[in-house]
């Protein structure tokens, strides 16, 4: 059947993410992955959010929040020096004199509260160019308060088990986009690559190879913690009893008819029943219904921009289009190879993507 017939009613969009399952973590990874990055400053909050949770007043004082928020960027910036794309930063100039012993840890703070909020707490909940319909703070910075008001639907994700999951979800992507910052895309984009044994995704930098994160934590989020095959609940915690496998929806066995076998295009994770249990994919091609849904996916990938965007790009075609054909003509070349295809599993969760 025609891989096209599958992508009619299919636009791409962002708030397909979360509106087929308007979920809290939904949208909360929403904007993790999809909203705007000039800056660091986005992840930061969301990691100073995490630790504040446990705060006994759902008020939360700038003062209180450039601890944590501070800390954060200092420690990304001991190993990626850009963490903007602006070409100087006041802010990130203190938090790089702190690193050095120049100042102390309360001008530091002082210096947070001046410049560091300036325009994160303003966008925080933008997603392409307009508010998610669910508010995780409120600013009350123009109040004598001085700061913001976390919201029950916070407190809800704070308190659900995929929280687990978005907390390695956030550095992870955290650290993709700085690593892409730090080579410098405008003049040589950054190739994502896996690395099958270690389950990493990384890069090269002068000739060298550079780790850059989990596999897992990277692909986690535009899964929405779900199996790619039955959407199950699936874990990237390490020593989980439903730890995900990372696949490959091409298997490796026919790596010479497929290129860039190994790229995040053809990644995705799975519940260990769907991937190696005793009617697993294993090694076999999946039936052609799910490439529809990789397609899908990896549309996600393209729209969360740097970095994967444009190794996706690279890899896979620079129009959805040619992304489309890419997979089908990838499709029609394994068929081939592969004398049986793996038929669909029972859906033990909604269809989310």
């Not at 295009?265 to 009617?279: I, P, Q």
Request: neutral net charge.
């Amino acid at each position: 059947m025609p891989f096209h017939t599958f992508m009619d009613d299919l636009g791409g969009t962002v708030s397909q993410f979360y509106d087929v399952e308007p979920s809290l973590d939904n949208y909360w990874r929403s904007i993790i992955l999809f909203g705007n990055n000039v800056a660091s400053y986005k992840f930061a909050l969301a990691c100073s959010l995490y630790e504040l949770s446990n705060s006994s007043d759902d008020f939360i004082s700038l003062e209180q929040l450039a601890g944590p928020f501070s800390r954060h960027i200092c420690e990304h910036l001991k190993e990626a020096p850009k963490q903007t794309t602006s070409r100087s930063s006041k802010f990130l100039a203190a938090c790089s004199d702190f690193n050095l012993g120049r100042v102390d840890q309360d001008y530091l703070c002082a210096q947070t509260v001046r410049l560091g909020f300036q325009n994160v707490i303003d966008a925080f909940h933008n997603v392409n160019r307009r508010e998610v319909d669910k508010r995780f703070f409120i600013d009350e910075r123009k109040t004598s308060n001085k700061g913001i008001r976390l919201t029950e639907d916070f407190y809800t994700l704070m308190a659900s088990e995929a929280i687990n999951s978005i907390k390695p979800e956030t550095n992870a992507r955290w650290r993709l986009v700085e690593s892409a910052w730090q080579l410098g895309l405008a003049r040589n984009l950054l190739r994502v690559e896996h690395d099958h044994h270690s389950k990493q995704l990384f890069t090269h930098r002068n000739d060298r190879r550079v780790n850059i994160t989990s596999s897992r934590d990277s692909l986690n989020g535009y899964q929405k913690g779900r199996c790619f095959y039955c959407f199950d609940h699936i874990s990237i915690q390490s020593g989980a009893s439903d730890l995900a496998d990372v696949d490959h929806f091409f298997p490796r066995a026919i790596r010479e008819y497929v290129p860039n076998i190994d790229g995040i295009w053809n990644l995705v994770l799975a519940c260990k029943s769907c991937n190696r249990g005793a009617n697993g994919k294993s090694a076999l091609l999946p039936h052609i219904d799910y490439l529809a849904r990789l397609h899908a996916r990896n549309e996600y990938f393209i729209n969360s921009h740097l970095p994967i965007r444009e190794t996706l790009i690279q890899q896979t075609g620079k129009t959805e289009a040619l992304r489309k054909g890419f997979l089908q003509d990838n499709y029609n070349q394994a068929r081939p190879q592969l004398l049986h295809i793996w038929e669909k599993p029972e859906p033990r969760g909604p269809m989310t993507f």
